[in-house]
């Protein structure tokens, strides 16, 4: 098989900023000519599939700015320098829902827009959850609203894109996948 390897011949950083990099590569392409790549440098980040006693899922609601709205999603935030995933996957669980679990299991781990980006989520799936009379403080530029939904009210949040991020389009599927299989 030929090889599709793309070697980098000069690397220029645009933007160094709190969360994300960019960087414009030169490439050159297998035929050997050259081209351009911008590519959004992350340090990764986690989501949580937060599943309560009484089969309902925890979700944040938050303004994405991006968007121009708020959306309701799974509980989520990125990975520290040098931080482990789970450990990082417990904090924002508590940050951002006030819930801790001593069982946090991780399903998957995907790339999440690998044209432009190298961010790696790593999706993580919290049972026996125990609500916080302290929990740890969100970050404090982050306001949001907790949700709990059973499957039918999140499916109708999909429909009416109220939901409309990939990471919790698929805790979606995949919880709804966990309750056809009871």
């Known amino acids: ?20 990099k960019l960087v414009v590569d030169d490439v050159e392409l297998p035929n050997g000519k050259l081209s351009k790549r911008e590519i959004v440098k992350h340090p990764g980040a986690v989501a949580v599939i937060a599943i309560t006693a009484e089969n309902k899922m925890l979700m944040v609601e938050q303004y994405r700015k991006p968007l121009e709205k708020t959306i309701v999603e799974i509980p989520a ?48 799936v919290a049972k026996d959850l125990k609500k916080q009379a302290n929990p740890l403080q969100a970050d404090e530029d982050e306001f949001v609203n907790i949700v709990e939904v ?28 966990l309750n056809a299989l009871r």
Not at 1 to 20: H, P, Q
Not at 155 to 176: G, N, R, S
């Open 1 to 20: 098989m030929d090889s599709l390897e793309e070697k980098t011949v000069k690397r220029e950083t645009i933007f160094d900023g709190k969360i994300i």
């Open 150 to 177: 059973d499957i039918d009210e999140a499916l109708q949040l999909i429909e009416e894109k109220v939901i409309c991020d990939a990471k919790t389009v698929y805790a979606v599927q995949y919880w709804q996948l």
């Open 77 to 124: 935030g990125k990975i520290e320098p040098n931080e482990d995933p789970m450990l990082t996957a417990g904090r924002e669980l508590e940050e951002e829902t006030g819930f801790k679990t001593d069982e946090l299991t991780h399903l998957v781990s995907f790339y999440t827009s690998p044209g432009f980006a190298d961010e790696l989520l790593h999706i993580y």
